[in-house]
């Protein structure tokens, strides 16, 4: 899909489809009043008949509109005005996109970008129009025997900007939506396979063939390698999986080399069965989705080495299955970290934070800025906050507050939840130095208290989105989130100044 930006008035539009906005109270947008006056008020008699309330979402297709050149205009419902947010602005901009795939457009004019949508720039909306157009096209159709016979002939999307001095900025934008759609797709395709594809040895050729296309260096290591490590935690995981453990290394130097890297870690869990703590057997089938850390990391890679963003960014992704086996882990072992610290697995279900811990010991050798682990890590956070937002706590306020302003400009949006050490003696143990679970209470927090004992070395954060990487029903499947809150993380950190390395003088 080609994105344009552009500006100028509709009547002048001699493209397939121009797209305009009205809302409930039949009051028309700037570009639909335009419309209607030039065509001698052939939209009010529309609206007058009642075709087109502007209900949110609602879609009206008119062909031949009196003294305009293009061959459709689109008018989208954008609902009440006084009600006009992001959550609506995406939704009127996805049902304009869906009804056009639908149809012979081969291209389009938007003028959605020019509502009014409170406390955002022109390059927010952009940038939002290519991410939520990318999101409404996006299919997964690699396992079916046959194509699908939808057409999808839409190639091009102008998206109309106020005035000439926004197009820059709004180009800007174009290229960052691009970017973190090309990320989320990636992110989205990892998820949606299914474990007896997407191995933790798929997930390691996916990272190595990342190095193809951008400047990525990625390192697979072995079991052998792991072992030699000492990550006793996540081999433990390992032990009861006929598929190898990976653990996979992306470093993109896109700064000078010896800056401190932001260090990414992602849970690679290509499919949790719960081990010997077997799950129940309903919806078993969405633990696939239990790599949605790692693959959103290595979709973030891909974002930000397409935007080529000078920064020192890592990605690490420990990746195994979790099932039960002779060679299992049972209710009741004791295994040792790569720290040292020994770990009482009580439930083997908790086996993303044993697999992370030691990912999280092995980014003590970069040095990290600060590191941010990713990863479908609790049920608990599905119950606190849904599908709406991902759960965020940190041993740092700045990056958590970083990461958190970074999903409100992405509206991919994060909600921080405490820290507080009150919590961590749901962890103790007599038997090791902790156990892996802290009882039904907190449990999204208890989960971040046992990740935070082995990120004392570092500013660390940590996501927890069990709730927001795939969305259940019909429309069954992967987000792609975190991704635009990473990427835009990364892209505020790019532009943040860079800290003196020696006072300098002051003038
Ligand atoms: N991958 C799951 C977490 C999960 C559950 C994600 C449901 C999405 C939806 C994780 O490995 C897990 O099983 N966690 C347990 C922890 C418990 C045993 C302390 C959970 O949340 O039930
Ligand atoms: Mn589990
Ligand atoms: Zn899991």
């Given at each position: ?84 947010d992001e959550n609506n602005y995406r939704k009127?901009t996805a ?22 949508v409170?406390g955002r720039?022109?390059a927010w909306k952009v940038r939002l129009a290519v991410e939520t157009?990318?999101e ?40 960052e939506g691009?970017?973190v759609?090309?990320?989320v ?203 709406h937002a991902s ?13 958190l302003k970074a999903g409100r400009e992405a509206h991919d949006r994060a ?53 927001t ?10 987000t792609g989130r975190p991704v635009a809150l990473?990427t835009r ?19």
């Open positions: 899909m080609e994105f344009l930006v552009g500006s100028g008035a509709p009547e002048t539009q001699r493209s397939a489809c121009v797209v305009a906005g009205v809302f409930e109270s039949g009051k028309l947008s700037p570009a639909a009043e335009r419309i209607d006056q030039i065509s001698e008020g052939a939209l009010d008699k529309i609206l007058r008949r009642g075709d087109m309330q502007g209900k949110l979402g609602q879609t009206l297709l008119l062909h031949s509109v009196p003294d305009m050149p293009c061959e459709r205009v689109l008018l989208v419902g954008c609902g009440k005005e006084t009600e006009f009127a049902a304009a996109t869906r009804l056009l795939n639908d149809t012979g457009a081969t291209d389009m004019t938007s003028y959605l970008p020019e509502l009014e409170k720039d022109v157009t990318a409404t096209l996006y299919r997964f159709e690699q396992l079916k025997s046959q194509a699908s016979d939808e057409r999808n002939p839409l190639g091009k999307v102008i998206l109309m900007v106020p005035g000439r001095n926004d197009v820059a900025a709004g180009q800007t934008a174009v290229e691009r970017a759609s090309a990320g797709a990636l992110a989205k395709d990892l998820g949606n396979l299914p474990g007896n594809i997407c191995t933790p040895s798929y997930l390691a050729e996916q990272a190595l063939a990342l190095q193809d296309q951008a400047p990525i260096k990625t390192t697979v290591l072995e079991a052998a390698d792991m072992q030699a490590l000492g990550m006793g935690a996540l081999l433990s995981v390992a032990r009861g999986s006929r598929q190898p453990a990976k653990f996979i290394i992306m470093e993109y130097a896109g700064g000078r080399k010896d800056e401190a890297p932001t260090v990414l870690v992602g849970k690679g869990l290509t499919f949790d069965a719960g081990g010997i703590s077997l799950k129940p057997a309903e919806a078993m089938d969405e633990m696939k989705y239990d790599m949605c850390g790692g693959a959103s990391v290595l979709g973030a890679l891909k974002a930000i080495a397409e935007l080529k963003l000078p920064l020192h960014v890592i990605g690490v992704i420990p990746s195994s299955e979790n099932l039960p086996d002779g060679n299992a882990n049972k209710p009741g072992d004791v295994v040792t970290s790569m720290s040292g610290q020994t770990i009482e697995i009580l439930n083997t279900d908790a086996e993303g934070r044993l697999i992370l811990c030691d990912a999280l010991t092995y980014t003590e050798r970069f040095n990290p800025e600060a590191v941010i682990d990713v990863a479908t890590l609790t049920g608990a956070c599905v119950v606190a906050l849904g599908a759960g965020l706590l940190g041993n740092d306020e700045t990056v958590v507050s970083e990461l909600w921080q939840l405490p820290l507080w050490s009150d919590y961590q003696e749901q962890l103790d143990t007599n038997f090791a130095d902790m156990a892996n679970v802290g009882g039904r209470e907190a449990g999204t927090i208890t989960a971040a208290c046992f990740l935070s004992r082995y990120a004392k070395k570092f500013k660390w954060a940590h996501l927890d989105i069990a709730g990487a795939w969305k259940r029903g019909k429309e069954k499947g992967a990473l993380y990364l892209i505020n950190r790019a532009q943040r100044p860079k800290k003196r390395q020696q006072a300098g003088p002051t003038d």
